[in-house]
């Protein structure tokens, strides 16, 4: 349909918190040339809520072969993802699929292997559409920072209560969502990682398994990366951390880039930090370096702006912002960091996926116990 048609027919599966957010935004006309005319769950009372003029299926299948979308959002738990992407591929759509991608690599595999080369296929990391997060990819990109040697994230700014794990349901069980804060509240943090900085070939993590909240799940995480050309980086997660921070920063021999309280810094070194180390005869000196100013944009389109996207791609062909082949990396990254801490022993990238789903099974069945 690339081109001809004027808008794309949408369907949403899974109409809860968050898939009821994105039913709000299309309904309100934010997304242009974007129709929402399709929403199943598997629970019809979470339908009845929608009094508007859209088909309802409690059956995805049904929804995928009723001829009136042409695109799915999936928004249902994340292990849910996988089976009804491929639905979804198979019966000639294109598909926008709720962070992760998946729990694990192996169905993340399975997921991009599925899905037909003239299909569209997206992943809703928002944070790419982040002003902040965009320019520092951006510089990065332009070798602002030259060789890149540390990479420092702190995201304990995601406070839980054990009042919000009583909650119940899917969450924060192996069974429900295979993981905890790692598979939850940091896939985006994970992927503006890896989007900016590129993957790590070496992980070795320290992980809290239940260690602030009734959980069988992680809910403490201090990670150690390696990287080939011998940067490292240190990636720290927590939901029983208050007030807790939301910090990221580069180091290269160039400086600085931080990205704290939404704001953005940059330290510029006079010359590089590593010719400085060898060519200066004074024992105590320091290369120079002064803060830059840097613009970045105030517009953050959020999840409206990879919803817009996804659209374009599909109608005019526009390159995808957060494609389903990129977000596999944030899969890979959690499971190594899962499995380093379960284990005690660093893993070595690429992470081997079918290992991973067997030692993920074990957790599940509770053959295996992480802590
Ligand atoms: N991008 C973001 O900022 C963001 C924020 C929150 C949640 N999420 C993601 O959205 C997804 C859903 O999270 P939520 O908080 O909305 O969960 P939720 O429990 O509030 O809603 C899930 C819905 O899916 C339905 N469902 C479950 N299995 C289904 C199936 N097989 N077929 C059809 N419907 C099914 C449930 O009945 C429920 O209505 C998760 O993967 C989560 O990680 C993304």
Avoid at 169 to 189: F, M, S, Y
């Amino acid at each position: 349909m690339a081109g001809s048609s004027k808008h794309v027919r949408l369907g949403v599966v899974g109409v809860g918190g968050m898939g009821g957010h994105h039913i709000r935004l299309l309904l309100d006309g934010k997304v242009r040339r974007c129709r929402l005319t399709a929403l199943c769950d598997v629970n019809p009372e979470f339908l009845g809520r929608y009094n508007d003029d859209v088909e309802k299926f409690t059956s995805f299948r049904k929804m995928c072969r009723s001829g009136i979308i042409d695109a799915v959002l999936i928004a249902t738990p994340h292990y849910a993802h996988t089976p009804l992407a491929i639905e979804a591929f198979r019966a000639g759509l294109h598909v926008l699929c709720e962070k992760p991608l998946a729990v694990h690599k192996a169905d993340a595999e399975k997921m991009i292997k599925a899905c037909p080369r003239n299909r569209k296929f997206a992943v809703m990391f928002q944070m790419r559409v982040s002003p902040l997060f965009k320019k520092v990819k951006q510089m990065i990109d332009d070798d602002k920072l030259g060789r890149v040697t540390r990479i420092n994230m702190i995201a304990t700014h995601w406070f839980r209560s054990n009042a919000y794990y009583a909650g119940g349901g899917w969450r924060a069980t192996w069974k429900g969502e295979g993981g905890g804060v790692l598979i939850n509240q940091c896939p985006h943090d994970l992927d503006a990682w890896q989007w900016i900085c590129g993957m790590p070939t070496r992980i070795h993590s320290v992980c809290g398994f239940g260690k602030w909240h009734n959980i069988e799940v992680e809910d403490d995480v201090t990670a150690i990366m390696e990287y080939p050309g011998g940067a490292t980086g240190v990636f720290v997660a927590s939901t029983g951390e208050a007030p807790g921070v939301g910090r990221f920063e580069i180091c290269g021999e160039l400086g600085r880039i931080l990205i704290e309280d939404n704001e953005l810094r940059f330290t510029r070194n006079a010359s590089s930090a590593l010719t400085f180390i060898k060519k200066t005869k004074n024992p105590f000196a320091r290369p120079a370096s002064r803060d830059i100013a840097v613009r970045v944009g105030t517009r953050n389109p959020g999840h409206r702006g990879i919803i817009q996207n996804f659209t374009d791609a599909i109608l005019d062909n526009k390159p995808l912002i957060s494609p389903g082949r990129d977000a596999i990396n944030q899969v890979e990254l959690t499971n190594a960091m899962i499995y380093s801490g379960a284990t005690g022993q660093p893993v070595d990238l690429p992470l081997n996926g079918r290992a991973y789903k067997r030692f993920l099974g074990e957790l599940v069945s509770g053959k295996r116990n992480a802590g």
